[in-house]
């Protein structure tokens, strides 16, 4: 390290960390001093693809495997994610709706949970930042409030999406995505490859493609293979990041820290310093994800221009809600399903639906005698989500009525959405979570939790754009 004391310290370098910094460094003095501690490695795109081709890369020995990462005690869930540089935006898929102004409100509206601290006015100006940064490609009507256009223009319509959408208008809308509809800074159009999780043509939003500038900043000092396990506090003060870097224990100072790991990490590394928040690494866990197969009869359903080409919104809102979780359909075009059956190979359509779920105490992390590694327990679903799938298979097929439908196939719930979700809930009580509507820890104040471990409820929603949209709320309004 350059200095024995820094004005702000970061853990991780994923979207929280980096949209964080992002706003931070506009706002900072030039003679800052920020230090970066990244878990991983600088693993570059081009390299990433040699590796999912099987070619030999001199890189790979800076993958991690997630199993490795944590302790995973729940055989039926997997926890997919990446570290390194931009952590789980190598991963992920680029899916990035907001969130409905009632998912802010569960409680208010629904009596289910508690309300978030923050609401969607709260979160819109810095939703629309967001979006210019990730170059995100959406349409003009939506039903959650937006006025104007996206970055870049929607995403095509296949066949099937154009009947859904004449039939719902806004509430089936081509889906905000930040996997380019057209080429830009950077990145390429998406060719529909379906293997966003390592884009061939480089068409998904990651920090290494994104050109925000933030880790090209002077005033920025970033070190790699650092393994943040705890922190050093002292009056209700954090004082210093410990961390582990090639075997040999290490500490930073700074005025200002920040914990922008995974949720995992981040209440792994709050228990490891002692930290007694009665919510502190409870309710962890993500959407319910479950695929159905929807059979045509005459009818091939050709066109679009992406992945996941479109969300409908007919099962999200409204009163049902009060009983009953809701669901967020992604309209998947991509080549998994065929019809093996003459002449009917197209006939055919899928929908993945995505679940809200609740938190519940019976999910939770805790620490290990590897202070490293926590162990990850996720024992049930809640059964508010169970009976939101009861509802849809009672609704859908009315819900698809518009298309010539022979039979519906419902296939049995994914291990994962790769969203990880909950641990250091935000809440305005202290009794009621870990950090505040800024994502100040409740006791140690100069000490940021940022990302979705902050989420106060789950909803049905891809949470990415909205945890960089409240990184970017934190930093604007307390620097």
């Known amino acids: 390290m350059k200095s024995d004391y820094y004005d702000l310290v970061v853990v991780g370098t994923g979207f929280a960390s980096s949209f964080f910094l992002k706003k931070y460094l506009i706002k900072a003095p030039q003679n800052s001093k920020v230090l970066v501690l990244e878990r991983g490695h600088f693993f570059p795109h ?37 570290t390194g540089l931009g952590g789980c935006s190598n991963c992920w898929w680029g899916c990035t709706p907001r969130f409905m102004p009632s998912d802010f409100k569960m409680k208010t509206l ?7 601290p923050i609401d969607y006015n709260d979160l819109d100006p810095y939703y629309y930042e967001a979006e210019e940064l990730m170059h995100v490609s959406g349409p003009n009507g939506t039903p959650f409030p937006r006025n104007g256009n996206y970055p870049l223009p929607p995403h095509e319509f296949s066949l099937v999406d154009k009947v859904l959408h004449k039939t719902y208008g806004n509430k089936y809308i081509s889906q905000p995505t930040a996997r380019a509809s057209r080429a830009t800074t950077g990145r390429n159009r998406c060719m529909t490859s379906s293997t966003c999780d390592t884009c061939p043509v480089n068409a998904k939003f990651t920090i290494e493609n994104s050109n925000i500038g933030v880790y090209e900043d002077p005033r920025i000092e970033l070190i790699y293979g650092a393994q943040v396990y705890s922190l050093e506090t002292a009056n209700d003060v954090v004082k210093k990041v410990k961390f ?9 100072a700074g005025e200002v820290i920040v914990l922008g790991a995974n949720p995992f990490f981040n209440s792994n590394i709050l228990m490891n310093a002692g930290d007694k928040s009665s919510f502190l690494g409870k309710g962890v866990g993500e959407q319910l994800g479950m695929q159905v197969l929807i059979y045509l009869d005459g009818m091939s359903n050709v066109g679009g221009s992406t992945w996941v080409n479109a ?16 669901c967020l359909m992604e309209v998947s075009n991509a080549p998994y399903y065929i019809r093996l059956e003459r002449g009917k190979y197209l006939n055919i359509a899928s929908i993945r639906l995505l679940f809200e779920d609740i938190p519940l105490e019976a999910n939770y992390i805790n620490t290990t005698s590897n202070r490293l590694v926590p162990d990850v327990h996720h024992v049930k679903r809640s059964d508010y989500t169970l009976k939101g799938i009861e509802n849809m298979k009672k609704q859908l097929p009315e819900i698809l009525s518009c298309l010539p439908v022979e039979k519906l196939e419902y296939l049995p719930p994914f ?12 809440s305005s009580d202290p009794k009621l979570g ?8 409740h006791k140690y104040r100069n000490l940021f939790v940022i990302g979705a471990g902050a989420f106060t409820t789950y909803s049905a929603s891809n949470p990415t754009l909205t945890l960089s949209a409240m990184s970017l709320f934190a930093a604007d309004k307390i620097f």
Do not use: C
């Open 110 to 116: 629904y009596g289910i949970e508690q309300d978030w």
């Open 311 to 326: 969300n409908g919104y007919m099962l999200y809102d409204g009163a049902h809600r009060k009983d009953y979780a809701a």
């Open 434 to 441: 870990v950090v505040d509507k800024h994502m100040i820890h």
């Open 46 to 82: 081009d390299e990433r693809l040699k590796v999912k081709r099987g070619e030999k890369s001199s890189f790979k020995k800076f993958e991690e495997p997630w199993e490795k990462a944590i302790n995973n005690l729940s055989p039926y869930k997997k926890w997919p994610f990446t």
């Open 415 to 426: 291990p994962n959405e790769g969203h990880i979700i909950g641990g250091t809930r935000m």
């Open 244 to 252: 582990i870097q090639n075997g040999v224990e290490q500490v930073a």
